[in-house]
């Protein structure tokens, strides 16, 4: 097995920039996940790892080898595409083992492989059926398994869960985080899906407009995002960001919305200190704001707020409810104890300790 190194990777298409001056370090058997938007960069730069895209510029590495000029199928590397891309003529056997008889692999060696990857995966009684007498899940098991065989120092995965629907997306995303962790393989997988990422990932990278945004584990990027692209694209519902201003003086803080007031506590007034008077863009997450019947109400660390319910989403062992304060539209998810109508008013509550401050030039965070 071995990790893989980008250094100061860059992609153009003709004036676009794909990739920005990517550096990345995966580790050795490191489960690590690129997330981003449509069009953020994150397949382009597994394709540079494969091979199927030169670097405009910057350099490759898988383990110690420069890999830049060495073509895909010398790279040690096995890919899982989106589309399953099996042969239709061919049982799943025969799919299985066809890239090892590309290679002139040993029968004996094709044979075990083949068998220790069903056993892995869960479809030794399909070796015999066709893809077109197997489900969609199957489909993707016997994909991945024709990546297994290969027995690769890394895997890269591009979106393998997207055509599957959600219920079988669930399950067949465990299957993988128990397949890497018996394998102990180096796994580089793309994903749109920040659920995915933050389930799966050892570590994940997110990206934006080519440009890497964070690299850190799933609960840093929870507590701690970098900036207000990263704490807006991790979490779900997506963190509530407004533009407020900080106000008060150094021995009582506090930050206005125009809609409503919150008090800072100490920690969060500290880093806030040369931004008095000026203006910052606040994010508070939706479960950070919680109906206040069933809060055990603390003024040092809870501000309540009177608000109208908007539209309210049961989702059955939570809720997902929009609310005004004021004209400020609040996405708050709390528990299904809380019963609600459109038009009710209700007492809400927000985490003071939770809530998140950024930079409004630049972006970066002032405190988490």
Known sequence: MAGVTLEHVTKKFGQVVAVDDLSLEIRDQEFLVLVGPSGCGKSTSLRIVAGLEDPTSGDVYI????VNDLAPRDRDIAMVFQSYALYPHMSVYDNL?????????????????????ADLLDIGELLDRKPRQLSGGQRQRVALGRAIVREPQVFLMDEPLSNLDAKLRVATRAELIKLHQRLETTVIYVTHDQVEAMTMGTRIAVLNDGLLQQLDTPLNLYYRPANRFVAGFIGSPAMNLLNARVLGSADGMYVDTGNFQLPLPEAKAGPLQ?????????????????DKRFVSYDPSI??????????????GQDVVIHVLVGS???VTHMDSRTQVRSGQEMQIVVELDRLHFFDPQTETTITN
């Open 97 to 117: 083992a066809f890239g090892l008889r590309m290679r002139k692999t040993p029968r004996g060696e094709i044979d075990r492989r083949v068998k220790m990857a």
């Open 328 to 330: 400020q539209l609040l």
């Open 302 to 315: 809870h501000s309540d707020l009177t608000a109208k319910v908007d539209v309210y989403e049961p989702l």
């Open 63 to 66: 383990g110690d080898r420069w």
């Open 274 to 290: 040369p931004y008095l008077g000026k203006e910052v863009a606040l994010g508070i997450r939706p479960e950070n704001i919680r």
